[in-house]
């Protein structure tokens, strides 16, 4: 089954067949696992916004709770606080807003908002973000793969097969949003790497991340300085920008069509490069 070529969303209809897009991390949080208190400052966040549109970015994705292995939960409150000022100067900016959250209360007040995306770790499993989801007519979603939570998720890697059970998951999500009526062109999937997985199974995963377009999805990934490149590299995480290029490089080799990176002029390079010397050709080109 071949993916959408276009990611339905609130305000644009998002080409994914031309290139692949960047999606910019900007973290209004005190303790994200790679830019933790860079942007917690509203101003700060902002600017960093502008920033990334200087740089290319093709989404913003706004995050106010980490998910790290034993972040803290914050409350709805607490995040949407940290959130509201950064998603509305954003929603100004011209460019496609996501908003990285499972809460449903914050995802209610993302969409009174007018977000282009919902972006859940948890694949929008809570019955109430499904249904909020199903409500909001052209909002584009993200279902990442994971197990468990933050603080449990890495004591959860007993798989018989990590790339059968991701694509199952993934599969039993997308009937789901067929059921609620949610349009497949809106959903993007996610392999959910560093998601309760081992540094051997997200390897795997990217190994054999082709057998996930099977889904007729189009992939999302975000690699960018997880903790299984410091692994393969021996680099703590404010050295991983080459090991992250790589690993988006691979990414996109392997069928992902949106990146989800820290470093977007880098990334933006480097895909220019991949895009100009590898990716396939329009039939009489
Ligand atoms: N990774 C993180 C957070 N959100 N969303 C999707 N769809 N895919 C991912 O791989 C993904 C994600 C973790 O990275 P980061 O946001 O930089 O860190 P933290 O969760 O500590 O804020």
């Not at 914050?74 to 954003?90: G, H, I, N, Y």
């Not at 929603?91 to 972006?119: F, H, Q, W, Y």
Request: net charge negative.
């Amino acid at each position: 089954m071949s993916a959408p070529q276009i990611w339905t969303t609130t305000r644009f209809d998002l080409d994914l067949a031309e290139r692949p897009l960047v999606m910019g991390i900007v973290n209004v949080t005190p303790d994200s696992f790679s830019d933790g208190g860079q942007h917690l400052d509203a101003t700060r966040a902002i600017n960093f916004c502008e920033r990334l549109l200087g740089e290319g970015v093709d989404i913003l994705d706004l995050g106010g709770e980490s998910t790290r292995p034993g972040a803290p939960k914050v409350s709805a409150d607490e995040e949407w606080a940290r959130l509201e000022p950064v998603v509305r100067a954003a929603l100004s900016l011209g460019v496609p807003v996501s908003v990285d959250t499972c809460k449903t209360e914050v995802m209610r007040r993302a969409l009174d908002l007018g977000v282009d995306i919902i972006n859940d770790v948890q694949a929008l499993r809570d019955p109430g973000a499904e249904a909020l989801v199903a409500e909001h007519g052209s909002v584009g979603v993200c279902l990442m793969h994971m197990r468990g939570d933050p603080a449990s998720m890495q004591q959860q890697t007993d798989y018989v097969d990590v790339v059968d059970e991701v694509r199952d998951f993934l599969r039993a999500r997308l009937d789901r949003m067929r059921e609620l009526g949610v349009a497949a062109s809106r959903i993007t999937l996610d392999p959910g790497y560093g998601f309760a997985k081992t540094v051997e199974q997200n390897a795997e995963l990217q190994h054999r991340q082709h057998e996930l377009q099977a889904l007729g999805c189009p992939l999302l990934v975000g690699w960018s300085r997880k903790s299984t490149l410091g692994a393969l590299t021996g680099r703590p995480v404010d050295e991983r920008l080459p090991a992250s290029l790589a690993a988006a490089l691979a990414a996109v080799a392997t069928g992902a069509r949106v990146v989800r990176v820290h470093d977007v002029a880098p990334t933006v390079d480097a895909l220019k490069v991949w895009q100009a010397f590898m990716a396939p050709r329009k039939h009489g080109s």
